[in-house]
């Protein structure tokens, strides 16, 4: 560790020059809450390696290894513009690999918030893995990248922003590969798998509470023991209504 001051007129956040270069350390959650306020409160230890360089207002990290259980481990390099100040403070994180479990991410608890509640359906994706970027600030960023699940794969380029305190606002396009469409919705009787694409704007507290304008292409979808194609889907969908249009050059659709 190696910090460099600079001049007479110090201030540990905006002047200290950190040269941190760590491998396969122990760190508790609540240390790291001095710089990054949203960790304050959180007592869970993580176990790191990387590089940090740069002031605490200018932050870079490569190299970085973060393992927070058994299951869930993050590999990325990062450049954070603005700390500690989180809710300004800019950032770009190239994620090389996120893995988890559903479970696992559906049990972390976050101070003055609880545990994070994705839902039932969240949590039958079982295993998952992502790698991409997150560009923007933590309430208005994009999120670039693959995710893989137990019950398939998306590929998402997505905005994300707050709409009230318990809703968020989303827009973008997202392609699901191969999803288990009947396992996410229960519905096995009825539904298979679904390979479409989809340019979404809508708002979302849960999978089960929300509302969104789409315009998608299927290129398929097992219903009925049957595969359909090439389905063109336009409207507003929520989770009790649909008001739209499809159409499809499919004989069986028309």
Request: charged share 25%; glycine share 10%; with cysteine.
């Given at each position: 560790?190696?910090?460099?001051?600079?001049?007479?007129?110090?201030?540990?956040?905006?002047?200290?020059?950190?040269?941190?270069?760590?491998?396969?350390?122990?760190?508790?959650?609540?240390?790291?809450?001095?710089?990054?306020?949203?960790?304050?409160?959180?007592?869970?230890?993580?176990?790191?390696?990387?590089?940090?360089?740069?002031?605490?207002?200018?932050?870079?990290?490569?190299?970085?290894?973060?393992?927070?259980?058994?299951?869930?481990?993050?590999?990325?390099?990062?450049?954070?513009?603005?700390?500690?100040?989180?809710?300004?403070?800019?950032?770009?994180?190239?994620?090389?690999?996120?893995?988890?479990?559903?479970?696992?991410?559906?049990?972390?608890?976050?101070?003055?918030?609880?545990?994070?509640?994705?839902?039932?359906?969240?949590?039958?994706?079982?295993?998952?893995s992502f790698n991409g970027n997150f560009t923007g600030f933590i309430r208005d960023f994009v999120t670039y990248g693959t995710l893989n699940t137990?019950?398939?794969?998306?590929?998402?380029?997505?905005?994300?922003?707050?709409?009230?305190?318990?809703?968020?606002?989303?827009?973008?396009?997202?392609?699901?590969?191969?999803?288990?469409?009947?396992?996410?919705?229960?519905?096995?009787?009825?539904?298979?798998?679904?390979?479409?694409?989809?340019?979404?704007?809508?708002?979302?507290?849960?999978?089960?509470?929300?509302?969104?304008?789409?315009?998608?292409?299927?290129?398929?979808?097992?219903?009925?023991?049957?595969?359909?194609?090439?389905?063109?889907?336009?409207?507003?969908?929520?989770?009790?209504?649909?008001?739209?249009a499809i159409s499809s050059a499919t004989e069986d659709l028309k």
């Open positions: 560790l190696e910090i460099m001051e600079n001049g007479d007129d110090f201030d540990f956040i905006r002047d200290a020059n950190l040269d941190i270069t760590l491998h396969s350390s122990l760190i508790s959650l609540s240390d790291l809450g001095y710089f990054i306020e949203p960790l304050r409160g959180m007592n869970k230890e993580i176990l790191f390696s990387g590089s940090i360089h740069g002031t605490v207002e200018e932050m870079n990290g490569r190299d970085i290894m973060i393992s927070y259980s058994d299951s869930t481990m993050l590999v990325c390099d990062f450049d954070l513009s603005g700390m500690p100040d989180i809710d300004n403070t800019f950032m770009f994180i190239r994620i090389g690999s996120l893995t988890s479990t559903a479970h696992e991410i559906a049990e972390i608890e976050i101070p003055g918030t609880g545990r994070l509640d994705p839902g039932d359906e969240f949590r039958k994706l079982g295993a998952i137990g019950l398939g794969s998306f590929s998402t380029d997505i905005l994300f922003r707050p709409d009230t305190s318990n809703a968020f606002f989303y827009k973008g396009t997202l392609q699901a590969h191969s999803v288990g469409l009947g396992k996410v919705l229960d519905r096995e009787d009825i539904l298979g798998s679904l390979t479409a694409r989809m340019d979404v704007e809508g708002t979302s507290r849960s999978f089960k509470n929300f509302r969104a304008d789409i315009e998608a292409t299927i290129e398929s979808l097992e219903f009925m023991d049957y595969t359909y194609r090439d389905i063109e889907i336009n409207g507003l969908v929520t989770e009790k209504i649909w008001d739209g």
